[in-house]
């Protein structure tokens, strides 16, 4: 019974990601990336599986443009919108370089794919040692599987590298058959990054960004918040800062405040940093930075707690079910809203309904957290 090779069992699976993404709307540099892995896989299955020598010409230049439209593709994630040509075209020219030496000296093309593979790998670590607050175009509560995303491709770029180095190494000594097996791994590991980069692509960033209200007026001297209003969510105490706050911290916070509780932003379950910097007229580094210092925690979990705040209140005043209640307050996935709500309440949200939304015959309240009024 024949069999199809590996790599175009890859390139279709590929290919119907990328139609997916392609379906779904999937903004930036993402679908671009999966559709060059679709053909070096297809390339791959057309050199080693069937002999086509055209392919050798191709590969290697398509091999280099995979770490750079990487780096491009999450270097968006930092900072939203699109990159123009202007931004991009410096990434490609590792590519055609090697394109330059496939035509007219292939002798050090080996060596030129390692050290592009190592660069752009270690770049990509380099902007992950930012956190996950780096990732601003990424939704609130979807940049820890965003910069888990990025992290796996920076070492999957390096690890690529020494694969190809070592391949190379194997057709030099002779062992062809040995080279096919270690590119068949090496096909599989492609398709596991590629599709975790899809799935963080899809659901880490909004597919529409455009306002869904007036932006309010930009931020050249916002007035000071009272003395006695706590800068962010009333229920959520800030720990220890380490850092004594400036009056501008303080102004940026109350902006922030403002815009939290008199829009409810945080209902938008596509926020995300580089959108509450457009409202705001604040720039990102700003804000982050000042809640920091003011609350010690980052922008995501200050956005969560909004949004917990509304939850306890939607479980206490209302009789909705908890899947809406999540859904009303700004969470877009359950795991999200269980974990930061049990982070800022101690409790699961199942449990807080159960003590603090249940109300007695006689009108009191059955139990409840401290703070919060009971159902009516």
């Known amino acids: 019974m024949p069999s199809i090779p590996l790599p175009f069992v890859i390139s279709l699976m590929l290919g119907l990601i990328l139609l997916r993404m392609i379906r779904d709307g ?43 439209l990487s780096f491009a593709a999450f270097n968006e994630l930092r900072h939203g919108g699109g990159m123009g040509i202007s931004r991009l075209w410096p990434h490609l020219l590792p590519a055609a370089g090697v394109a330059l030496l496939v035509a007219v000296w292939p002798l050090p093309i080996d060596l030129v794919l390692f050290a592009t593979y190592l660069g752009y790998g270690i770049a990509l670590l380099r902007l992950a040692a930012g956190g ?50 270690i590119l068949a791994g090496a096909s599989l590991l492609s398709l596991a990054v590629a599709a975790y980069a899809v799935t963080v692509a899809g659901a880490s960033r909004p597919a529409d960004e455009t306002e869904r209200a007036d932006p309010i007026p930009p931020f050249p001297t916002p007035p000071l918040p009272p003395p006695d209003a706590p800068p962010g969510p ?13 009056p501008e ?5 109350g902006r922030i405040d403002a815009v939290m509780r008199g829009q409810h932003l945080y209902r938008d379950p596509d926020l995300t940093l580089e959108r509450l910097a457009r409202r705001t007229g604040i720039p990102a580094r700003q804000i982050s930075a000042a809640l920091n210092r003011v609350h010690g925690r980052n922008v995501s979990q200050l956005v969560n707690e909004y949004r917990v705040e509304e939850a306890r209140r939607r479980l206490v005043a209302t009789r909705d079910p908890v899947t809406v209640v999540m859904l009303e307050s700004g969470f877009g996935t359950k795991s999200n809203f269980n974990r930061e709500f049990l982070r800022v309440t101690g409790m699961t949200p199942s449990a807080y309904h159960r003590t603090a939304g249940g109300a007695g015959p006689d009108g009191k309240a059955d139990g409840g957290v401290e703070g919060v009024p009971a159902k009516p």
């Not at 009333?234 to 400036?246: E, G, N």
């Open 132 to 181: 996950a607050g780096t990732l601003a175009a990424t939704r609130f509560g979807d940049e820890r599987a965003a910069h888990r995303a990025l992290v796996l491709s920076g070492l999957f770029i390096i690890l690529n590298g020494i694969v190809d180095a070592v391949i190379s190494a194997e057709i030099m000594t002779g062992n062809g058959p040995r080279a096919e097996t």
């Open 249 to 253: 911290d303080a102004a940026i916070v």
């Open 26 to 68: 999937t903004r930036g540099l993402f679908p671009l990336l999966v559709a060059v892995f679709t053909v070096q896989a297809a390339l791959a299955g057309l050199n080693w599986g069937l002999g086509w020598g055209p392919a050798r010409l191709v590969q290697p230049v398509l091999a280099a443009t995979l770490p750079a």
């Open 234 to 246: 009333a229920d959520v105490p800030s720990p220890v800062l380490t850092m004594a706050p400036s």
